[in-house]
């Protein structure tokens, strides 16, 4: 197998992972699975983690629609992964790069400045999965 071939595969199986959690968080936002995600998170809007009444709809909405979004993000990355990435189709890698690039300066400075530090942990991790693949096949797109 090429190297460039492990990590365009290595690159479909983080697309495929990105699709399977945005779908989870779609299905158990609300439930009690997903308290562990909330723990998480409701420390630094609510102190000590105790979220004010009424919060926890909006939570599921938000959280479902969130889920819902990431889906569809792990999906078209997905279909550009597998087909114009592997193709060696230069648009496609500048997409991913250009694409994860922004999504990390901006959701991590959110998280970073909300003080929601799981999540700039959460995203650093999901930008070396996602950042390796680019580096390694950068000069396969010149």
Not at 15 to 42: A, E
Request: proline fraction near 3%; charged fraction near 10%.
């Amino acid at each position: 197998m090429s190297k460039f071939i492990f990590w365009q595969r290595w690159l479909f199986v983080v697309c495929i992972v990105i699709t399977f959690f945005g779908l989870l968080m779609f299905i158990l936002s609300g439930s009690t699975l997903f308290d562990l995600f909330n723990r998480q998170i409701d420390p630094a809007f609510w102190a000590k983690g105790t979220v004010i009444a009424g919060i926890r709809p909006f939570q599921h909405w938000i959280y479902g629609v969130w889920g819902a979004t990431i889906t569809g993000w792990g999906i078209a990355l997905t279909f550009i992964t597998h087909f114009p990435f592997r193709n060696k189709e230069k648009w496609a890698w500048s997409c991913w790069v250009l694409g994860l690039s922004i999504w990390f300066v901006l959701d991590t400075g959110l998280s970073f400045v909300s003080k929601v530090y799981f999540n700039v942990a959460f995203n650093t991790i999901l930008l070396i999965l996602a950042g390796l693949p680019l580096i390694f096949t950068r000069k396969a797109f010149k």
